[in-house]
């Protein structure tokens, strides 16, 4: 069964930073691309970042970019975000999901439960 | 950037009932387009992929079609568990979301 389970959420203050890991298994984790999105309870899903699947290209959304760094280790089948200088309106949860494509942009499937950010002082 | 709307925003149909959603595209996206379900307090599940391809599993009463800037999403017949909201997603360019469309039962 393919399943993506996050960690490392939490509660952090302005300006501080936290680490989030997506721990994949199912499936040969270096055939995909993978992703993160967010979403504030009870609102929309917002993409945040995604890379390909050796990590040699990323992509950000404007909201993070210079902030968030994305990565991954194939050896441990591990997706992870670096997440620094985080802001109030960052607090949500963070999802990881496969990329159905190698290339890092296509379908989300499956998606992990998600890992609950809070930026507060 | 591109931008995604739907419409709309949240509707209420009866059991049995044929479902449309729209979603619109700013700029053309080809079939870059799938269409998630989430459920309160659950992850968002892929049910249509590029466009009008059903995911392996997913019901036959769920299909989407359209290309370009238009697409639309249907349930031909509205189930109970069917209760959800349901994004479309663009990755065209970059990726990005729909607002979403609730469905609830009359």
């Known amino acids: 069964e393919v399943q993506l389970v996050e960690s490392g959420g939490g509660v952090v203050r302005p300006g501080g930073s936290l680490r989030l890991s997506c721990a994949a298994s199912?499936?040969?984790?270096?055939?995909?691309?993978m992703t993160w999105v967010r979403q504030v309870p009870g609102k929309g899903l917002e993409w945040v970042s995604t890379?390909?699947?050796?990590?040699?290209?990323?992509a950000y959304a404007d909201s993070v970019k210079g902030r968030f760094t994305i990565s991954r280790d194939n050896a441990k089948n591990s997706l992870y975000l670096q997440m620094n200088s985080l802001r109030a309106e960052d607090t949500a949860f963070y999802h990881c999901?496969?990329?159905?494509?190698?290339?890092?942009?296509?379908?989300?499937?499956?998606w992990g439960q998600g890992t609950l950010v809070t930026v507060s002082s | 950037d591109i931008q995604m709307t739907q419409s709309p925003s949240s509707l209420s149909a009866s059991v049995g009932d044929r479902v449309t959603i729209t979603c619109q595209a700013s700029?053309?996206?080809?079939?870059?387009l799938n269409w998630y379900q989430q459920k309160p307090g659950k992850a968002p599940k892929l049910l249509i992929y590029?466009?009008?391809n059903l995911k392996t599993g997913v019901p036959s009463r769920f299909s989407g079609s359209g290309s370009g800037t238009d697409f639309t999403f249907t349930i031909s017949s509205l189930q109970p568990e069917d209760i959800a909201t349901y994004y479309c997603?663009?990755?065209?360019?970059?990726?990005?979301f729909g607002p979403g469309t609730k469905v609830n039962i009359k």
């Open positions: 999901a496969r990329v159905r494509y190698s290339s890092g942009w296509g379908p989300l499937d499956p």
């Open positions: 199912g499936f040969t984790f270096d055939d995909n691309g």
């Open positions: 890379i390909n699947w050796n990590g040699g290209s990323t």
């Open positions: 700029q053309d996206i080809s079939n870059y």
């Open positions: 590029d466009a009008s």
């Open positions: 997603q663009q990755y065209n360019n970059l990726m990005t």
